[in-house]
């Protein structure tokens, strides 16, 4: 009897985990306005784009920023931003003013325009 009530339970379980949610979807973005990661974005629609928006960009690390050793200004054809990027992220990897890479990061709005920066989580050098 045990046995058979302990199976009952577990079946119910199992059942309920399978239920979706059925209400409205109120607060949610519109699908059009939902962005990929893996897509590769410009700067210049970057600084448009909400706080925590996880976005790729490619272009080239022109300069490091003054005596914060981990942040650097990248450049790509639409403009500049400041990306944070950590000293385990570099793997080694010679990079150049030359050099195009590849940046995945989380983008950290500020009200200041000129505030606006990419903390990185990879970061691929493009032969």
């Known amino acids: 009897m045990k046995k058979l009530l ?4 577990f079946m119910g379980l199992a059942t309920s985990a399978q239920a979706q949610f059925t209400g409205s979807d109120v607060g949610m973005p519109p699908q059009d306005l939902l962005i990929s990661p893996f897509e590769i974005s ?35 054809e639409t403009g500049e931003i400041i990306v944070e ?10 990079v150049s003013p030359e050099t195009t ?4 990061g989380e983008l950290d709005q500020s009200r200041h325009q000129d505030r606006v ?6 970061l691929e050098v493009i032969q």
């Open 6 to 9: 302990i199976a009952m339970v």
């Open 42 to 76: 410009k700067v210049e629609a970057v600084r448009q784009m909400p706080d925590d928006t996880y976005v790729t960009v490619v272009g080239h690390i022109i300069a490091q920023q003054g005596r914060d050793r981990d942040k650097y200004l990248f450049q790509d």
């Open 85 to 94: 990027i950590d000293k385990k992220l570099w793997r080694n990897q010679p």
């Open 101 to 104: 890479v590849k940046i995945l």
């Open 117 to 122: 920066k990419i903390e990185a989580v990879y």
